[in-house]
């Protein structure tokens, strides 16, 4: 085996971005440095659907992965031979997604007879919050010192498809999951509810759009947040929020059936209903947090990531916490391949030849 701490080549498929990134580590100062850091997202392909649809995820990772690789190799300035280990999402994700990054990865690490790394989507969004807080873009090729935030810490992450309360004890790869989706992920709430009032897709930053023009305004629509059970302490619900959002829809439209037209809202009460519906979501996820809080004061910071994330309001909302907290930085909160290196190099260690892909209910 190579120094597998040198050079890392990353890839990501599980959902609708095509990513590969490549990080070099340093062991004393524990530091690291990405080198390329390629996003392709497929947002256009899927935005006439309203959500995204697996056969052209897949197909359309199957068209771009060469050549992005190709590319990041050029940006990195590295030659294949250097590379230490290549790593991969093995899930959970839309299984035909994952096998165009699984096979490519695999093939790349077999033909460089370097190890092949499988790591855990939801896991790998928390490293950039843990390990590279300061990244930015522009600044690619620099190094970066690791500081992890104080533990233990309260994880959690937020996306498309997961939304998921954890505490990291006495390291980093030392996890206890607290809670999770029963239903709906918090992301896919923002997609659906943003399909509903005819907005388009991805539908939180339309709906966050939405609703910072009416902030703090009275807002005639209130919906809940807690779930029913109250042993659910720690555990996420939005498809009844969903179905809030959805009755309202139709009351203000006057249709009790058939397709809602959401776009002929007029635009102040879609943005009361974005509001609405934001404080709700967030309000959850907020809830969730506290009752872990005041269940373990051992906790010593709080630390946020995925899609969502990237919400300001979100972030204002979780500055009210009394602990210390750790926001992914807002390029780092969605799907990208430099959280996949970082978790592969400080996360649990799997051998990506042993496992199989997996799917968002054997997290
Ligand atoms: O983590 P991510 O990129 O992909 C998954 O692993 O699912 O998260 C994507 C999700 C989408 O549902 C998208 O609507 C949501 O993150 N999102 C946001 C915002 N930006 C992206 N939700 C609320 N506010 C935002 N500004
Ligand atoms: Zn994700």
Same mark, same amino acid.
């Given at each position: ?176 999951? /607290?809670? +999770?989706? =029963?239903?709906? *992920?918090?992301? #896919?709430?923002?997609?659906?509810? !943003?399909?509903?009032?005819? $907005? ?120 009210? /916490?009394? +602990?210390? =907290?750790?926001? *992914?930085?807002? #390029?780092?909160?969605?799907?990208? !391949?430099?959280?996949?290196? $970082? ?21």
């Amino acid at each position: 085996m190579k120094e597998l701490e040198s050079l890392i080549f990353a890839v990501e498929t599980s959902c609708d971005e095509t990513a590969i990134s490549i990080v070099k580590t340093r062991v004393a100062p524990a530091s690291v440095c990405v080198l390329a850091h390629l996003v392709e997202s497929q947002t256009e392909s899927h935005a006439p659907f309203g959500g995204v649809v697996p056969e052209i995820a897949s197909r359309d990772h199957l068209a771009k992965i060469h050549q992005l690789a190709t590319q990041a190799l050029q940006n990195a300035n590295i030659q294949p031979s250097e590379i230490g280990a290549v790593a991969v999402t093995m899930g959970p994700g839309l299984i035909g997604a994952l096998m165009v990054g699984i096979l490519f990865a695999r093939g790349f690490a077999l033909s460089l007879g370097v190890p092949l790394l499988a790591v855990n989507h939801v896991d790998a969004h928390l490293a950039p919050a843990l390990l590279l807080r300061d990244f930015s873009s522009a600044c690619l090729g620099e190094w970066h010192d690791i500081s992890l935030p104080p533990l233990p810490a309260l994880t959690l992450t937020v996306s498309g498809g997961h939304c998921h309360l954890g505490m990291l004890t006495g390291n980093v790869t030392n996890k206890i999951i /607290l809670g +999770k989706s =029963l239903d709906d *992920a918090c992301g #896919e709430a923002f997609d659906k509810v !943003a399909k509903l009032l005819g $907005l388009g897709y991805p539908g939180g930053p339309l709906i966050e759009r939405l609703a910072k023009v009416v902030q703090g305004e009275p807002n005639p629509y209130v919906f809940p947040h807690k779930i029913a059970d109250k042993s659910q302490r720690y555990a996420f619900s939005y498809s009844g929020l969903k179905t809030a959002v959805m009755h309202v829809v139709r009351q203000e439209l006057g249709i009790k059936q058939g397709k809602i037209e959401g776009h002929a809202l007029p635009l102040e009460k879609k943005q009361m209903i974005a509001s609405a519906f934001q404080e709700a979501a967030l309000a959850q996820l907020l809830d969730r947090v506290r009752n872990a809080l005041s269940d373990h004061p051992e906790i010593a910071s709080v630390v946020v990531a995925g899609g969502v994330a990237q919400n300001q309001r979100f972030r204002e909302l979780f500055a009210t /916490l009394e +602990k210390p =907290l750790f926001f *992914a930085p807002k #390029e780092l909160c969605s799907d990208n !391949a430099t959280m996949i290196a $970082l978790w592969a190099l400080y996360g649990p260690k799997q051998d990506g030849f042993s496992i199989q892909p997996y799917s968002r209910y054997e997290l």
